[in-house]
């Protein structure tokens, strides 16, 4: 199976750089997604590494080291809007369902 | 193109009723996933569907509950003789392409919140 550990909560301040991490125990790994979740709202794909390195899209940017199991989701320029839950997920194998982590819940304040 | 439509937003059920949740995949996407979310945790999978046929039913419970996705028509997931439980957040997921695609995205509807009285 799968699991996945990312911090509970995280406070930020408006304007500022933010870094959300993410550990994962898979028997395989078919890589690392993020998806940010608004209070009573749809979760949204955020991004996607499969390879180690950095993916940036726009003002957020997704890490991953495949050897030390870990990523992180980073957000820059901090927005009150980006105040939401963020979850990373996982897949073993290719043929195996997506496994989300409990989720981090980012406040954002002024 | 309209997104992925979950009905009914909000349903509310009696012990032992019958609880009915409706998934319309995005336009051009033919496979469909079930999750379950309550409050403060993550997304846990239930049932991943293609047209008429289940593929992945490793996450549903094995009594009560069933899904499928008819040639015509929305994706039903189907809890029967429900209990105080299976209140939670149900949220259906579409994608154009099938699990082992590397770049694979998931599109969310909004979610059925089911809460058992």
């Known amino acids: 199976g799968q699991s996945l550990e990312q911090p509970s909560e995280v406070t930020a301040v408006e304007g500022a750089i933010v870094q959300i991490n993410c550990t994962y125990q898979?028997?395989?790994?078919?890589?690392l997604s993020w998806y940010q979740q608004h209070d009573g709202g749809a979760p949204t794909f955020l991004s996607y590494?499969?390879?180690?390195g950095l993916e940036e899209t726009g003002r957020f940017s997704s890490f991953l080291s495949r050897s030390d199991s870990y990523g992180y989701l980073l957000l820059q320029e901090l927005q009150m809007k980006d105040s939401a839950s963020y979850f990373c997920?996982?897949?073993?194998?290719?043929?195996?369902?997506?496994?989300f982590g409990k989720g981090t819940r980012l406040s954002v304040i002024a | 193109n309209a997104g992925v439509m979950q009905n009914p937003r909000h349903l509310v059920r009696r012990r032992g009723q019958e609880a009915r949740l409706r998934c319309s995949p995005m336009?051009?996407?033919?496979?469909v996933y079930w999750y379950r979310q309550l409050p403060e945790e993550g997304l846990k999978f239930m049932v991943y569907?293609?047209?008429?046929?289940?593929i992945d039913e490793s996450g549903m419970p094995k009594e009560r509950f069933s899904a499928e996705f008819p040639k015509e028509g929305p994706s039903i997931l189907r809890i029967q003789q429900v209990v105080r439980g299976d209140s939670a957040a149900y949220f259906c997921?579409?994608?154009?392409w099938g699990q082992g695609r590397s770049n694979e995205k998931l599109f969310f509807g909004s979610g059925t919140q089911l809460s058992v009285l």
């Open positions: 997921a579409s994608s154009p």
């Open positions: 898979t028997s395989g790994f078919y890589g």
């Open positions: 590494n499969a390879l180690d």
């Open positions: 997920a996982v897949r073993d194998r290719g043929n195996t369902p997506l496994v």
């Open positions: 336009k051009g996407h033919s496979h």
């Open positions: 569907l293609q047209k008429e046929n289940i």
